[in-house]
């Protein structure tokens, strides 16, 4: 098994064109070419991780986003964050997510809390 360290662009786009061949017919595991398309997958997984970071979402942009997903509407955001002018108030940045709030959001409307956190 002639497998290298995916360090280039180059190598990864190689890497990339291999694991899609096993996409369509994936092998068996434990076989030598099941252990091949998982060293390859863990080496793309590890490259795309540290050269296209994916950031946590914007906590205001998830709770958007997930109001647009679920239809949603001030006044169902109220039981999770206070009444209407609250609601405004956060979906408009000018006040913060309290960890009441979050807790609220995440139990009552399924938005996970890191989304919710920030970094």
Do not use: C, W
Not at 11 to 23: H, I, N
Not at 33 to 50: C, H, Q, S, V
Not at 89 to 113: F, W, Y
């Amino acid at each position: 098994m002639n497998i290298h360290p995916i360090r280039t662009g180059k190598d990864y786009k190689a890497a990339l064109r291999e694991l899609s061949a096993y996409f369509d017919n994936e092998p068996a595991p434990g076989t030598e070419e099941g252990d091949r398309f998982e060293i390859l997958a863990t080496l793309a997984e590890a490259y795309e991780a540290k050269h296209f970071p994916i950031e946590a979402p914007d906590p205001i942009e998830a709770i958007r986003f997930r109001m647009e997903q679920g239809g949603l509407t001030v006044k169902d955001l109220v039981p999770s964050i206070g009444q209407p002018n609250r609601v405004y108030e956060v979906l408009s940045r000018k006040r913060g997510l309290t960890l009441e709030m979050i807790r609220n959001l995440h139990r009552n409307l399924g938005i996970p809390a890191e989304s919710l956190i920030g970094a």
